[in-house]
């Protein structure tokens, strides 16, 4: 779908840096992949979310489809829950996307993953840090 002139498009990542980074032939073995969970070597576990930065003189955020480390407990609960009314508690991950943002990687910032409920994405803040993308959100 195209943005109208006056909508902003939002960017996203397919899989997170882990899952990007195992070659394509051995994905059947090593990772186990949705639009919106990822598992990689049965270890690492993964959610999809928004994280949103403000855009000057608009009304409208950007919005960027990134993937967030979460603890085993996490993502399966979030796994079950993802169409409830999106009661669950906000959880700790490390932001698991490898972007450049005014020169510096984004890959490891710590987030907070705030769930949405109603079969949205969670929210993605990102913890207090000299980190421009922090300042910028």
Known sequence: MRPTPHELPDLGFRSPSAASSVPQSEW??????????????????????????????????????????????????????????????????????DFVFQGLSSLTLKTTVHFQGNGSRPQIVLHKADHPLVVAQ
């Open 28 to 97: 059947p073995d090593r990772v186990r992949a949705s639009d919106d969970l990822c598992v990689v070597d049965s270890e690492a576990y993964f959610i999809r979310g928004v994280l949103e930065l403000p855009v000057l003189d608009h009304d409208e955020r950007f919005g960027i489809g990134a993937w967030v480390s979460q603890k085993p407990d996490n993502f399966w609960q979030y796994a079950e829950h993802f169409d409830d009314d999106g009661d669950l508690a906000p959880t700790f991950g490390w932001l698991s996307n």
